[in-house]
Structures are given as C-alpha cells and as structure tokens.
C-alpha cells in the first residue's frame, strides 16, 4: 500500500487494474483439467507444491481408476501412491486423497459439498482449495489466495500482509464480489507469464503505470517482452 493513497483511490486503481488485465487475458481461467467438482477438489489438492502441468499429466490415469469418492475411498494406498509419485509428497497427497474420499462418502454421500463451511472441514482442505472449487465447479464468487495472489497483491499496493486471511479479506474488499473469482484468475495469468516472482517484466506490464513496484524488474521494452510466457 502506498501511504498517500486513500482506500477509494485504492478501489478504483484495483478495478481498473482487472480491467486492463482482463484485457491481456482474455483466457484466464482454471487450468486445472476437471469435468465435475470431486476432480477439481481432488486435482487442486494435487496442486500443493507442484504445477498445473504436472498434476493435469497424472489426473487422466488417476481418475480412470478412481472416477468418484467411493472408488477413490476404496483404492488400495500404495497403487494411490504409485499413480501420485511424479506430483511429489505423493505419500501425503495419497493420505489427503483417501482421507477426503472417505470423508465425503460417509458425510456427503459421495458428492463434494457447495458451501465453504463444509468443505474446510474436509481432511486437507483450506480456504484457498474450497474457494477454488467454489468459484470453479459452483459458481459461487471467491478469493483464491495462492502464491501469485499473494505476492502480485503485495506488488500492486493491495496490501502488506502475507497473512492469507488477510489478503483474502482486502482483495475482497477492492473488487466486487461477483468479480472475485475471475480477477483471481488474471492475477495468476499475470504472475505466470508477466510478473514473475525473482524478476518482473516490467517493461513489457498493461498495468506498470498502476503498480506502485514497477521499476523493481526489466524495464527496456524489448527484453522484458523476450521474458514474457504464453
């Protein structure tokens, strides 16, 4: 945040700046690869200290043995964890999985809940997962507050904390609600393809003008559009 900035100016320089980012990503979205929300559910748990690619990789084979929460509930841990074992931390992720199937046959009848309030008390799952399935599989608008969020929300002047809570509450409280879910979506883009964590292309940004960090990456325009992702 910067100190002479009032909270309305905050306001609008936060919507103004979705809107130029819708503008640059006018493909944001989910990519993660799921057709219904236990697959969702179950591939953004995957997602935890790893990338999209790698889970949508493992995700195919996963779910064609374990297509619903009772399957995957009966699944035999050490074939789980033999499927798991590119993600990483696949003993854990395994225990996560079997742990939030069983949860969900014996407390939703196999399906995954639409309400936050029963989704954190799922076995591995937090705000920033329920929110992603909220937003993604029901509609229903939310904060994610993942790596990207966090970090492009500190470098835009959102806020100061790295408090996941907190972001959540000031994000939401910039953005309108219907919103939420889609800026989340344009902030990851953003923080993948433009605003990269060790050096920003800032020369080559639609919002530098708007970002109270810009100046701390790349500024020649040429070399920071030589950085940029597709």
Same mark, same amino acid.
């Given at each position: 945040m910067t100190p002479d900035e009032t909270p309305l100016a905050r306001t609008r320089r936060a919507r103004r700046v979705d809107r130029m980012l819708a503008v640059r990503y006018p493909d944001a979205r989910c990519e993660l690869d799921f057709r219904d929300p236990f697959e969702l559910l179950v591939a953004t748990v995957l997602s935890a200290q790893t990338t999209d690619v790698r889970v949508n990789a493992t995700t195919p084979e996963l779910f064609e043995r374990y297509p619903d929460a009772a399957a995957m509930a009966a699944a035999d %841990?050490?074939?789980? @964890?033999?499927? /798991?074992?590119? *993600?990483?931390?696949? !003993?854990?992720?395994?225990?996560?999985?079997?742990? &939030?199937?069983?949860?969900?046959?014996?407390?939703?009848?196999?399906?995954?809940p639409g309400r936050l309030v029963d989704l954190v008390k799922l076995p591995g799952v937090g705000r920033k997962t329920a929110?992603?399935?909220?937003?993604?599989?029901?509609?229903?608008?939310?904060?994610?507050?993942?790596?990207?969020?966090?970090?492009?929300?500190?470098?835009?002047?959102?806020?100061?904390?790295?408090? %996941?809570?907190?972001? @959540?509450?000031? /994000?939401?409280? *910039?953005?309108?609600? !219907?919103?939420?879910?889609?800026?989340?979506?344009? &902030?990851?883009?953003?923080?993948?393809?433009?605003?990269?964590?060790?050096r920003p292309a800032c020369g080559a940004c639609p919002v530098a003008a708007l970002c109270p960090s810009s100046g701390t990456g790349e500024q020649d325009p040429v070399r920071a559009a030589a950085m940029l992702k597709g």
């Open positions: %841990p050490e074939l789980l @964890e033999q499927i /798991l074992q590119p *993600l990483g931390f696949f !003993r854990a992720k395994a225990r996560s999985l079997l742990g &939030l199937s069983r949860a969900l046959v014996d407390e939703h009848r196999g399906q995954v929110n992603v399935v909220l937003g993604n599989a029901f509609g229903v608008p939310g904060i994610t507050t993942d790596t990207h969020v966090l970090r492009l929300s500190k470098r835009l002047g959102y806020t100061t904390s790295d408090d %996941p809570l907190v972001v @959540e509450r000031e /994000l939401g409280d *910039l953005l309108p609600r !219907r919103d939420w879910t889609m800026a989340c979506h344009r &902030l990851i883009f953003h923080g993948r393809r433009t605003c990269f964590a060790r």
